[in-house]
């Protein structure tokens, strides 16, 4: 029987960083497939699986491949990652850009933040996981974007 989701303490978990970039940029680098295979912990080294049109990487804590989509709506800086199997994908994650202008901040900054939704069928200590991920993931996203610095398969760096 999966648990009652309303029990939840923290059905939701959201994690934000100030980052010194242009908006549009700091939305490119989120919305890019390949660079999201060198901040997200749970999907590495991500790559086209061309026979499904999606793309994959694997866990960086136990190994398992995963799939995912990217939904980017570059108006709202908005992007759905629709992540999961093969077969099915759902949208569990969200990164939203807010540009210094909606914000009040100094011209060149804007706030990024990554929002996880918790299924139903997830146990407690998987969702804590989760969590702890996304607040390091976070630090990740920052750096790479101010830096210009691209992990990249095989171990190579590109810095822009």
Do not use: N
Request: net charge negative.
């Amino acid at each position: 029987m999966a648990p009652d989701p309303t029990a939840f303490p923290a059905p939701s978990h959201v994690a934000t960083v100030l980052v010194a970039a242009e908006a549009a940029d700091a939305f490119a680098f989120l919305a890019d497939p390949l660079a999201l295979g060198g901040w997200s912990l749970g999907c590495m080294e991500t790559g086209p699986d061309e026979a499904l049109g999606l793309h994959r990487g694997r866990s960086l804590f136990d190994g398992a491949e995963g799939w995912f989509e990217i939904d980017a709506r570059a108006d709202l800086l908005l992007i759905d990652y629709l992540v999961g199997t093969r077969e099915r994908r759902r949208r569990r994650i969200s990164a939203r850009v807010v540009a210094a202008e909606d914000a009040g901040l100094p011209a060149g900054h804007c706030y990024v933040s990554m929002i996880a939704w918790r299924p139903g069928d997830m146990d407690e200590a998987r969702w804590r996981r989760l969590c702890a991920a996304h607040e390091a993931e976070i630090w990740l996203i920052k750096a790479q974007i101010e830096s210009g610095y691209r992990p990249t398969p095989g171990g190579r760096v590109m810095i822009r």
